[in-house]
């Protein structure tokens, strides 16, 4: 039986709040059973990842409160120059996660606000109404009428939990292959492998 508790958290995050810590520990105690993560190596790897993902767990909610405009124009495709970002940013968070999303993961056009109702949220930041409704159907969460509550740790937790268990992320950790568990959530760039590498690390120093 492997678990989480506050100050296991705490010793990931120093800087978390002590509320925080114990609301996301109780959450992903509850889901680990449902997962199938039973082993302290499944364990460390599914925590460095919803550590990564939700940078630190500082947050379940992607911000897009974006001010830096060279920044912008660089990260997302859909903005087109720094004209372009410096009137998103003028306009606001909500234009620009329409911005950035639209017309990708199975969102509409800006106008349809589907950019910003379906940015990141969640342990595993769940972007786009495609993945909502991946989510949907293997948790049962009415998240794409009601989107908010992948930034709720209880239905945080249950959409990870069952996240990892329908792309069978287990076998990955069990064999300690760090880059195909972060494949398996990130895709083939596996973006921030090496701050995965460190999370797994703290993980380790933990629970093994």
Known sequence: MVDVVQAHLIAMVPK???DRALSYADAIND???????????RLVHFMAQIAHESAGF????????????AYLDKTFGNVKGLAHAQALIAKGPVAIGNCIYANRLGNGNEASGDGYRYR??????ITGKNNYREVEAYSGLPVIA????????GPAAQAA???WLTRN???AADADDIAEVTRLINGPA???????????????????
């Not at 889901?31 to 190596?41: H, P």
């Not at 990141?120 to 930041?125: A, D, V």
């Not at 009601?146 to 740790?153: D, I, S, T, V």
């Open 16 to 18: 978390i709040r002590p």
């Open 31 to 41: 889901v680990l059973a449902d997962a199938e993560i039973d082993t302290a190596q």
């Open 58 to 69: 500082s947050a379940l909610v992607e911000s897009t409160n974006y001010k830096n405009a």
């Open 120 to 125: 990141g949220r969640g342990f595993m930041m």
């Open 146 to 153: 009601h989107p908010e509550l992948l930034g709720q740790a």
């Open 161 to 163: 939990a069952r996240f």
């Open 169 to 171: 992320i287990n076998l």
């Open 190 to 208: 596996r973006h921030g492998l090496d701050q995965r590498q460190v999370w797994l690390n703290k993980t380790k120093a933990i629970w093994l």
